[in-house]
C-alpha cells in the first residue's frame, strides 16, 4: 500500500468515524439531551430509543463492526495461514476503526442509558476501548517492522545511526550538530521506569524536542541551508530524536503493553458474553429489528 | 506454562470474576428499573409476567392485571374501548424500564384528543383543565374511587359531575337540551318537542312566566315537568270567572287573548247573544282593537246611531227600539198597524196599505214625530181653491174623502147649490168637476164651476134659447128638458107665443121646425119668429 493509498485509507477510516458521530449527535442531540423519563415521550423516541427502528440499529450495526473488528484482527494476528496477508498495521488501522466506531454507535444505541447487565458489557466495551487508545499510544512507541515484528535495541541502534548517517552525509550536518541531536534526549535520567515517571519524561522530552528542533534549525539556517533543505533535514533530524526517545522508553514500553493485553482483551471477553446474552434475552423476547 | 502466561491467566481470572461478580451484584437483565406501579414485578422470574417470549409485550398480558381497563374494552367505554387505541400495543403508551419515576400514565393534556374517549370534549368542557372533572368526587365507581389521580371511573352522564338544578325531575339526559357551551340558555331544547307545543303568544312568552322558580329541598328549582297545562287556568286568570268553561281555545287562541276565534267563540254565551244580523258583524265593530272590552250593550243605542234622531226620545233615553225593530234587520219592522192605531193617527183605508216611508220618509230621512194627522200634512190639495171652506173646513178632506180611496168620494151633492137630479145623479164626479184648463192639464173645478148647463153640455140649439144673466148670456133649458132624459119634458107648446091649434097641434114639430144652418152649423129651428101663416104654408 504506497503512502498516498494508505492516507486515503486511514484518512477514510477518520472521515467516516467522524461523520457517523456527528450525524449521530446532531440527528438525536435533542433526544439523548432528555431526561430519561422524559424520554419515551421524545418524538424521536420511537427511532432511536434502544429498541428503535434505528436505535435497535445502531446496536446491531455497532456490535457488529466490533465482532467483524476484532475477528478479522485476531485471524490476521493469530492464523498462520493470514500471517502475511496484508500489513499488520493496515489491519490494525482496520480493527481500531471498526472498534471505534462500533462503540460509538452502540453508544448512542444505548441512548446513554446505562443500566442491567449490559450495563457491564457498555462498562467493558468502554474499558477496553479506552485500553486500546491507551495500547495504540503504546503499540506506535514500540518500534516495529512494516510487517509488525518488534525491532530490537540493536536493530533500533542501527537505524539510528543510519539517519545519522543520511543527515551528514545527505544533508551536511556537521558532527557537533548531529551531537546536539542525537543527545537531545538524554538531558535528564529516566530514575524509576514508573508509567508516571515515563508520561512525565515523554511531556519533557517533547518540550526539549521542540526546542533541540529549533535550535537545529537555526543552526542550519546560519550555515547557508535553503528552507526545503532545512525542513527535510529537520524531519530526519526529529526521527532521530524521537527513535532515541523510543528507545530510551522501550522497556518500559514493552512492561506496559504486556499489561495492557491483560486488561484489554478480558474485557472485550467480557463484553463479548454479554453482549451476547444481551442478544439472546432481547431476541428472545421479540425485540428483532428488521429481521 | 510459562510464569508470564500464568500472571496474564491470573489477570484475566480476576477481571472475569470482578466483572461478573459486579454484573450479578448490581444488575439483572432488565433494561432498566420499572415505575413504582410496577416495582413488584422487578426480578428475573418476573420477565414473562409482563413479557411473551418472542413477542415482545402482549396486550393480553397487560389485560391480565389491569382488570378494570379490560372490562371498559368488554363494555366498549372509555379511551381503550376506542378501536384506534385498542388497536394499539399498551406498551406503545405505557412503556417500562424508564425509572422508578417514569410516568407510565403520560397525559399532554394540551395534545390528548379526548375524542378518542367516546366523549368529546366540546364548548366549556374543552376549556377545562382534566382535574377540573378527573377527580374522586365526580368518580361513582367503587373501584376507581380510592385510586388517587386515576383518570378512569368516570361517567359520561351529566350528573356525575354536574349537579342538576331540575332534581331529577327531567331525567338523565341532559343533553337533548342543553349544549356544552352553557347551561343556559338550553339552546338546543324545542319547546315543540314537548306535549305542549308553543304557538302564538307563547312562543314570545319568557320561560319563567310560566316555569315558576321556588325554592325546594333547599335549593332554587325552577319547576319544568309537571306543569299542568290542560287547559289556560293554571297559567291565566280566567277574566271570564268560569262562565264559559275552562276550555278557552273554543274562544280564544294562543295567537292573542284578544283575537277571538269567531268560527269557534259562542257569543251565546254571553250576556249578550248575537242574533240575527248581529251574527254577522265583524267583533270589531262593537269591540273595537281590543277584544276583551265590554262595549256597553243594554241600549241598541250603546252601538247603533239613533236613525230616527231624536223622534223617540224621551228624557234624553230613546225609547226601547225593540218596540219596532228586531236584529234580523232595520227596515224589518215588528211595529204593527194596531201599534200604530195606538197613535194619534189611525191607519185606515187605503193607508192600511201604504208604506212607512211614504208617510215617514222625507229627504231620506225618517220621521215620526210631528208629521200632523191632517191629510194635508201627507197630501196635496189638488183641489187648490175650488174648494170652499163649507167642504173644505180646515184642509179637512173628510168631507168629501174617506181613507178608502180618493175615487169614492162620500159627498153629498145636495148640500151644494147643484143638487144631482135625475140623470145627473148616476154621473161621475170627474164628468162634471175635472176639466183642461188653458194648459190642456186637467184639473178639478168646484167653485169655479159655473151651474148652468152648458158648462157640462152642448147646447144643440145654438142660443136660441138663451137669456142673459148675471153670469153671461145662458139658455134656459130647464123650460124644456128635466134632468131624467133630453126629451123636452118640461115643454108645451101651448105656453109658447104660438100655441098649437088644430091641424097643427097634428103636426109633427119637424113641419114647422126645419133644420137651418147658419155660420155653418146646423141646427132645428125651434126659435122662430115669424109667425105669419105664409111663414110656413105657401100658397
Not at chain 1, 207 to 212: A, I, V
Amino acid at each position: 500500500m504506497s503512502k498516498r493509498v494508505h492516507a486515503i485509507y486511514v484518512g477514510s477510516f477518520f472521515i467516516v468515524g467522524i461523520l457517523s458521530t456527528l450525524l449521530l449527535v446532531i440527528n438525536g442531540y435533542q433526544y439523548y439531551a432528555t431526561p430519561l423519563v422524559d424520554r419515551f415521550f421524545n418524538p424521536q423516541n420511537s427511532l432511536l430509543e434502544p429498541s428503535g427502528l434505528v436505535g435497535e440499529g445502531l446496536g446491531v450495526v455497532g456490535s457488529f463492526m466490533m465482532i467483524v473488528g476484532v475477528v478479522i484482527y485476531m485471524i490476521r494476528k493469530r492464523v498462520k495461514a493470514f500471517l502475511h496477508f496484508g500489513y499488520l498495521k493496515n489491519w490494525l488501522e482496520l480493527h481500531i476503526f471498526l472498534c471505534t466506531l462500533g462503540p460509538v454507535l452502540v453508544l448512542f444505541h444505548t441512548s446513554f442509558k446505562f443500566g442491567g447487565i449490559v450495563a457491564v458489557s457498555f462498562w467493558s466495551m468502554t474499558a477496553v476501548v479506552l485500553s486500546g487508545v491507551v495500547g495504540r499510544f503504546l503499540y506506535v512507541r514500540i518500534p516495529k517492522t512494516i510487517q509488525g515484528q518488534i525491532l530490537s535495541v540493536q536493530e533500533l541502534n542501527d537505524i539510528g545511526r543510519d539517519f545519522s548517517r543520511r543527515l551528514q552525509a545527505d544533508h551536511h550536518v556537521n558532527d557537533e550538530l548531529i551531537r546536539m541531536i542525537e543527545t537531545a534526549s538524554d538531558y535528564t535520567k529516566l530514575k524509576k521506569e514508573t508509567l508516571t515517571n515515563s508520561l512525565t519524561f515523554l511531556v519533557k522530552d517533547s518540550f526539549h524536542m521542540r526546542k533541540t528542533l529549533r535550535a537545529f534549525g537555526k543552526e542550519l539556517k546560519s550555515i547557508g541551508l535553503s528552507r526545503h533543505e532545512i525542513r527535510r533535514t529537520k524531519r530526519i533530524a526529529r526521527s532521530r530524536m524521537i527513535l532515541a526517545r523510543r528507545i530510551r522508553l522501550l522497556n518500559v514500553m514493552h512492561r506496559f503493553f504486556r499489561h495492557w493485553h491483560i486488561v484489554h482483551l478480558p474485557f472485550a471477553i467480557v463484553m463479548f458474553v454479554i453482549m451476547f446474552i444481551h442478544i439472546g434475552v432481547v431476541f428472545a423476547f421479540g425485540y428483532r429489528w428488521i429481521f | 506454562m510459562t510464569t508470564e502466561k500464568k500472571g496474564s491467566f491470573r489477570y484475566i481470572s480476576a477481571v472475569f470474576l470482578i466483572t461478573f461478580m459486579a454484573a450479578s451484584a448490581f444488575a439483572q437483565i432488565s433494561p432498566g428499573p420499572l415505575t413504582t406501579a410496577h416495582a413488584n414485578l422487578e426480578g428475573l422470574s418476573n420477565c414473562t409476567k409482563c413479557h411473551v417470549l418472542g413477542k415482545q409485550v402482549e396486550n393480553f398480558k397487560c389485560l391480565a392485571c389491569h382488570t378494570e381497563i379490560q372490562d371498559l374494552i368488554n363494555q366498549n367505554r372509555g379511551y381503550h374501548a376506542n378501536p384506534q387505541v385498542r388497536s394499539q400495543n399498551c406498551a406503545s403508551c405505557h412503556s417500562e424500564h424508564h425509572g422508578r419515576q417514569f410516568e407510565i400514565i403520560h397525559f399532554d393534556t394540551k395534545s390528548f384528543d379526548h375524542t378518542l374517549t367516546g366523549y368529546p370534549l366540546k364548548g366549556k368542557h374543552a376549556t377545562l383543565q382534566c382535574r377540573a372533572c378527573h377527580q374522586t368526587k365526580f368518580i361513582s365507581s367503587s373501584e376507581f374511587e380510592k385510586r388517587n389521580g386515576t383518570y378512569l371511573g368516570l361517567s359520561t352522564s351529566c350528573s356525575s359531575c354536574h349537579e342538576g338544578p331540575h332534581q331529577g325531575t327531567l331525567g338523565e339526559d341532559c343533553a337533548s337540551c342543553h349544549n356544552e357551551n352553557s347551561f343556559k340558555p338550553a339552546t338546543k331544547f324545542k319547546h315543540d318537542k314537548t306535549e305542549f307545543t308553543l304557538t302564538g303568544a307563547h312562543k314570545k312568552v319568557e320561560c319563567a312566566k310560566c316555569h315558576v322558580s321556588e325554592v325546594r329541598n333547599g335549593k332554587p328549582f325552577t319547576q319544568f315537568a309537571g306543569v299542568k297545562f290542560e287547559n289556560c287556568v293554571p297559567c291565566h286568570r280566567d277574566l271570564h270567572n268560569g262562565k264559559f268553561g275552562e276550555i278557552c281555545e273554543k274562544c280564544h287562541t294562543t295567537v292573542s287573548f284578544t283575537l277571538i276565534e269567531a268560527k269557534t267563540f259562542n257569543h251565546n254565551l254571553t250576556d249578550y247573544p248575537l242574533i240575527g244580523m248581529h251574527a254577522d258583524v265583524s267583533c270589531r265593530n262593537c269591540h273595537g282593537d281590543n277584544l276583551n272590552s265590554r262595549p256597553k250593550h243594554a241600549l241598541c243605542t250603546d252601538c247603533h246611531k239613533d236613525a230616527h234622531h231624536g223622534d223617540f226620545t224621551v228624557n234624553n233615553v230613546v225609547e226601547n227600539c225593540a218596540d219596532c225593530h228586531t236584529v234580523y234587520g232595520f227596515k224589518l219592522t215588528t211595529f204593527t198597524i194596531a201599534m200604530h192605531d195606538k197613535g194619534k193617527f189611525r191607519l185606515t183605508g187605503s193607508h192600511l196599505a201604504v208604506p212607512c216611508e211614504s208617510c215617514h220618509l222625507s229627504s231620506n230621512s225618517w220621521h215620526f214625530k210631528n208629521l200632523g194627522t191632517q191629510c194635508i200634512d201627507c197630501h196635496k190639495n189638488v183641489h187648490g181653491t175650488e174648494l170652499t171652506e163649507e167642504f173644505l173646513p180646515n184642509d179637512n178632506c173628510t168631507s168629501c174623502h174617506t181613507t178608502a180611496t180618493w175615487d169614492k168620494v162620500a159627498f153629498d151633492h145636495n148640500k151644494t147649490s147643484f143638487k144631482l137630479l135625475g140623470k145627473h145623479a148616476d154621473v161621475s164626479c170627474r164628468s162634471c168637476h175635472y176639466r183642461k184648463n188653458s194648459a190642456g192639464v186637467e184639473v178639478s173645478v168646484f167653485r169655479s164651476l159655473n151651474p148652468h148647463c152648458e158648462t157640462c153640455h152642448r147646447d144643440i140649439h145654438f142660443g136660441q134659447f138663451a137669456v142673459q144673466t148675471k153670469g153671461g148670456k145662458f139658455s134656459e133649458c130647464q123650460n124644456c128638458h128635466t134632468f131624467n132624459n133630453w126629451s123636452p119634458t118640461n115643454f108645451d107648446h101651448q105656453k109658447t107665443k104660438f100655441p098649437l091649434t088644430g091641424a097643427h097641434a097634428k103636426l109633427a114639430c119637424i113641419e114647422c121646425h126645419k133644420e137651418v144652418t147658419v155660420n155653418e152649423n146646423t141646427f132645428i129651428q125651434y126659435k122662430l119668429k115669424d109667425f105669419r101663416c105664409a111663414a110656413c104654408h105657401s100658397s
